[in-house]
């Protein structure tokens, strides 16, 4: 396998580029010291591709993503966009990059670090120790099916079909059974099978595929009691796996556990191992170009990207340890910081984590 890398690089609008600038110094922090080497190139996207090529999504960019082994994502949108017609909006420009890239999944960490334990509405005793993983199907389900009116006996109806076809549960189960082989072998597996077809067949796909993860426990949980088991047990799960609706709803659940949205890395993957790797944040125009946004979630991306698209875990892990170190020791962000702690600004949090990366 080579040690070369190519990563397309597209920060956006806010805060896009001042948080991937940092994540960038810990990709370059991980070339010196583990001997990968990254070829980075930088394309626009999002609100600043419409301001400057008029669209959100200029073919070159995509092309440039196409061509790379992994892309990262800063943030789009602002309210300079929010009222442009759709096919000038930057999460037209999203859609459209999901889409062209073919990624089917999105994959959504919730690792509460012990020392924000307190930035959480949840109990200590219950949260400590959470670290799961949602793995979201991410382009069927009732989102994408047929919606329309239509006039019923009792006046005006609206209809959404939801749709699933084996082949679309099948590849993002398997995706879901690798990754809990790679961690705590536990899969749950969430539906409604007890009212909804397609969730019948989704649990007839799960329970097929396990044949081939005997190494993996799985459990099947129905959506409601998932919602409440995430707020009774986090700590019991390990890897989640749900279609596109249920997904949206519990990886946002999931995420509060861990108190702050500034924290929250993701990926989105296809069949292949390019990936699409972002924070869970947007561009938050708020406290954009003041240099105080919180850099975490995109640098934990990036060790999302070594992991799932390289497989590279001793970078991964450096990442993340040298993030776990550098909380521990202390240092807060605004958005983290509680009213007795100095906060620290995005570039500072960034050099104390790749001076904090260790072999
Ligand atoms: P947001 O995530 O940008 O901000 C929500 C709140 O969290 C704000 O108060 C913001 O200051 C804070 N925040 C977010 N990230 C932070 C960080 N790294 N450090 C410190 N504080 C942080 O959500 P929003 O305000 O609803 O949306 C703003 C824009 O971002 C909109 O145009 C929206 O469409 C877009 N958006 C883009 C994406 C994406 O690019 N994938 C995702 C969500 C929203």
């Keep these: 396998m080579t040690n070369k890398k ?12 001042e948080v991937v600038a940092e994540a960038i110094k810990v990709i370059r922090k991980s070339e010196e010291l583990f001997g990968y080497q990254f070829e980075l190139e ?19 960019t995509l092309a440039m993503c196409q061509s790379a082994d992994a892309v990262l994502l800063g943030a789009v949108g602002g309210p300079k966009w929010d009222n442009n017609p759709k096919e000038l909006r930057p999460e037209t420009g999203l859609l459209g990059i999901r889409k ?5 999944s999105n994959i959504r960490p919730a690792v509460v670090f012990d020392c924000l334990i307190d930035a959480s509405t949840i109990k200590r005793e219950v949260l400590q120790g959470t670290d799961l993983i949602v793995v979201r199907e991410l382009t069927g389900g009732i989102y994408f099916g047929e919606k329309f009116r239509r006039e019923g006996a009792n006046g005006q109806e609206a209809v959404d079909t939801c749709v699933y076809s084996v082949m679309e549960v099948e590849r993002i189960v398997r995706q ?14 969430v539906d409604k099978a007890n009212v909804l077809e397609t969730s019948r067949l989704w649990r007839e796909t799960v329970n097929r595929i396990a044949a081939d993860y005997p190494g993996v426990e799985l459990e099947h949980v129905l959506v409601d009691n998932c919602a409440m088991q995430l ?9 989640i796996v749900t279609e596109n609706m249920f997904g949206d709803i519990l990886s946002d659940e999931a995420a509060m ?6 924290m929250l ?7 292949g191992s390019l990936g699409l790797y972002e924070p869970v944040h947007g561009s938050a125009p708020d406290i954009a170009s003041k240099g105080i946004a919180n850099p975490i979630a995109t640098i934990l991306s990036v060790a999302l990207m070594f992991r799932l698209s390289f497989g590279w875990e001793d970078a991964a892990a450096a990442i993340e340890k040298a993030v776990k170190n550098v909380l521990d020791a ?17 570039s500072a949090m960034g050099d104390l984590i790749v001076a904090a990366m260790t072999k």
Excluded: C
Excluded at 176 to 189: H, P, Q, V
Excluded at 257 to 262: H, N, P
Excluded at 330 to 346: F, L, P, V, W
């Design 265 to 271: 890395s993701s990926a989105s993957l296809g069949e």
């Design 257 to 262: 556990l861990t108190g702050s949205i500034g």
């Design 42 to 60: 930088h394309g626009l996207f999002g609100g600043i591709a419409i301001d400057e090529r008029g669209t959100p999504l200029p073919d070159d």
């Design 176 to 189: 879901a059974f690798e990754i809990a082989l790679k961690r705590g072998k536990k899969l749950a597996s």
């Design 100 to 104: 062209a890239l073919g990624l089917f």
């Design 231 to 239: 707020l009774r047990r986090p700590t019991s799960f390990d890897v």
């Design 6 to 17: 190519k990563i397309a690089v597209i920060a956006g609008d806010g805060i896009g580029p």
């Design 330 to 346: 202390g240092h807060r962000t605004g958005d983290i910081a509680t009213e007795n702690e100095t906060a620290i600004g995005t």
